[in-house]
């Protein structure tokens, strides 16, 4: 392929799946499929495929309304799943309205 500029810095920088932002990946909230389902990685260190968002609440938001974080992880995101997001939404912004 071809050439690439070098990059002054190596720092992992991953995507938010919402806002399409990159970050550095200890910015972003990491989620991961387990077999019990889609959850919060808060050491970015689980096994499997991981869906990153920024912390920005309309991010959430918009993932879960669109599937977003389901077609990242290619799977379907159960009401477990979006409940437990909604339990991590309201620790990021207590005053949050529910998503469903
Ligand atoms: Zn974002």
């Not at 912004?93 to 998503?99: E, G, K, L, R, T």
């Amino acid at each position: 392929m071809g050439t690439q500029p070098p990059r002054p810095r190596r720092v992992p920088v991953r995507t938010c799946i919402a806002c399409r932002k990159t970050e550095g990946k200890r910015a972003l909230h990491r989620f991961v499929r387990t077999a019990s389902g889609v959850e919060l990685d808060p050491g970015g260190k689980e096994a499997g495929r991981g869906a990153y968002l920024c912390a920005e609440l309309d991010c959430w938001q918009t993932a879960l309304q669109r599937n977003l974080l389901g077609r990242a992880l290619r799977c379907e995101i159960s009401a477990e799943d979006i409940q437990r997001m909604e339990t991590h939404m309201k620790k990021l912004a207590p005053s949050a309205p529910a998503i469903s």
